[in-house]
């Protein structure tokens, strides 16, 4: 066994990737990203024991959210990026450690290792050194959540929004992870208490995004594309889109979406830039072919990443953020947080224009405000019976064959459905034209995979609208797919919300060990996904 990673949806067998990453992923990255995490949580035993007050070290905490970030699935294959992460962190650790008392620490706390032996200090720290196969899986399932909060913590910081609870929350649980005493049960409340603090990382996220580029709203989003040169952006960051769109203007450059950032185009304050010319092709698992016909530099802001096996692609692919790719440049930022773009700029006047691969236009837009400026209308269509059941088909796309059920599902529901859907899972069907039930469109996209927070404000909502006791009892669906520790975030908050029978696919998670598996099903219901007819059968019974 060269590595050891079973993070994501398309890990190896659906057990574990075990010689390189499905993801494109070396064993050198896996094993070293482990060191990282393992590092991470040695730092946070020092906070905890030491009673560390977050508000006194801002730098660590950033620092953790960044580390974090490098771990997710397809953010950053870089291996030399994540080694000098270890170092960072290794020497912020011990500037921590000198100054608190903490007692008695874990290895993972006080542990050296230089860059040239990093990596045999990383095979002993992974995932499997942790024996009991149960309390492994729950670990896993903390430190996924945790990283994807990180994630969209970050976002939120990258806009100046900040929560102390919430870093204070991943010291908690990432060194809780390392406690040897806690049993099965205290880390399934951790789990939910993870889903807790994940529902107000996401909170914080759509207080940053909307109190800074105004609340989502109804929008045609154009898929074709104009003859100027021009930039794909893609990823998550909002933050990093103001800054090209800014840089970009006057300059002859166009700016397209791509995947994860097309909902940017749904805020008002990204609506003034004419240069804003539309979204470029589907979810992250295309790039392979589309950064062929797009033809201009690509700016990866968070993941997916796909390691592109052509190199004139490579040459303009460029980084930022948490992300990486061996051979391409990345962009930092300078103490404020400005990014200078130039050099992609001058690359694109180099090159020539995109080619066309579809035309016409996609709706989208239908965030929590935008909703519930709709909420009349809606309530009406339910009570009338024309609307009689939302289907959250929240989530992520990915390369299976076996995601086709997504598109088969949608094109099979009833007319008298509508979907609600948030994340890069909506590729698989918001192209389809289902048509809309009395002027309100049978597929609402809600945005990003973190604007699952939405639909959750929307149904709760809803169920105080309809002056329901329990969420369970609204005419509400859940069927999501998941790829990676995103999902897992958004997966963990609404359970926490109280919401069961959640349908998860293509396939369950590898790290769910059978008794945390059973957990799952016996108190929230979670169940896979069968066929596209028995699943519409089962859902509407
Ligand atoms: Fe998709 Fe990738 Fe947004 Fe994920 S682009 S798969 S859950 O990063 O974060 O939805
Ligand atoms: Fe495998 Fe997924 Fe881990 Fe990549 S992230 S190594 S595909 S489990």
């Not at 393992?38 to 620092?63: A, Q, W």
């Not at 230089?114 to 050194?129: F, Q």
């Not at 399934?188 to 909307?210: C, P, W």
């Amino acid at each position: 066994m060269n590595m050891f990673c079973y993070q994501c949806q398309e890990t190896a067998k659906g057990t574990g990737c075990t010689v390189q990453g499905v993801c494109g992923k070396s064993a050198t990255v896996s094993n070293l990203q482990d060191l990282l995490v393992y590092t991470l949580k040695g730092i946070s035993e020092i906070v905890v024991k030491g009673n560390v007050d977050v508000k006194s070290i801002g730098r660590l905490n950033h620092e953790v959210l960044n580390s974090l970030f490098m771990t997710i699935t397809n953010a950053n294959f870089d291996d030399g990026a994540i080694k000098a992460q270890i170092a960072k962190m290794i020497g912020l650790r011990n500037e921590l450690r000198n100054k608190v008392k903490a007692g008695n620490l874990h290895d993972a706390a006080v542990f050296e290792a230089e860059p040239e032996d990093m990596l045999n200090k990383a095979m002993l720290v992974g995932v499997l050194a942790t024996e009991n196969e149960d309390i492994r899986s729950l670990r896993s399932i903390i430190t996924y959540g945790l990283k994807g909060m990180a994630a969209y913590t970050q976002h939120a910081l990258n806009l100046g929004k900040e929560d102390s609870e919430i870093y204070d929350f991943i010291y908690k649980a990432l060194a809780a992870t390392l406690d040897d005493t806690l049993s099965a049960d205290d880390l399934v409340a951790l789990v939910l208490k993870t889903g807790e603090y994940g529902v107000k990382a996401m909170a914080l996220l759509d207080e940053a995004n909307t109190s800074k580029y105004g609340n989502p709203e109804i929008t045609e989003v154009n898929i074709g594309v104009r003859n100027n040169p021009a930039i794909l952006i893609s990823g998550h960051d909002l933050s990093d889109l103001e800054q090209l769109l800014e840089q970009t203007k006057g300059t002859g450059v166009d700016v397209y979406t791509h995947s994860e950032m097309l909902p940017a185009h749904y805020y008002p304050a990204f609506k003034k830039y004419d240069h804003f010319v539309g979204n470029y092709g589907n979810a992250w698992w295309k790039q392979t072919t589309e950064f062929e016909t797009f033809r201009g530099p690509i700016l990866f802001t968070t993941n997916c990443i796909v390691p592109p096996k052509n190199e004139e692609v490579r040459r303009r692919i460029f980084t930022t953020g948490s992300a990486g790719l061996p051979g391409c440049r990345h962009i930092e930022a300078d103490e404020k947080g400005r990014k200078d773009f130039s050099e992609i700029i001058e690359l694109a006047k180099t090159l020539p224009a995109p080619q066309e691969i579809e035309n016409g236009s996609i709706v989208g837009g239908f965030a929590h405000n935008q909703v519930l400026a709709l909420a009349d209308k809606v309530v009406e269509a339910v009570k009338s019976g024309a609307i009689r059941k939302f289907f959250v088909m929240a989530g992520c796309d990915g390369r299976m064959k076996s995601r086709e059920y997504y598109t088969e599902f949608a094109k099979a529901l009833p007319k008298d459905t509508v979907i609600l859907t948030a994340g890069c899972a909506k590729y698989r069907y918001n192209k389809l034209n289902l048509g809309d039930i009395g002027g309100i469109p049978r597929v609402l996209d809600a945005g990003q995979c973190n604007d699952s927070y939405s639909l959750a404000v929307i149904a709760l909502k809803l169920k105080e609208v309809f002056g329901l006791e329990d969420i369970n009892k609204l005419p509400i669906a859940f069927n999501i797919a998941w790829y990676e520790q995103k999902a897992v975030i958004v997966l963990l908050a609404l359970l926490y919300l109280g919401v069961k029978n959640i349908h998860l696919g293509p396939t369950l998670p590898g790290f769910l060990s059978p008794n945390v598996a059973k957990v799952l099903v016996d108190r929230f219901g979670i169940a896979g996904i069968g066929s596209v007819d028995e699943d519409i059968n089962l859902f509407l019974a």
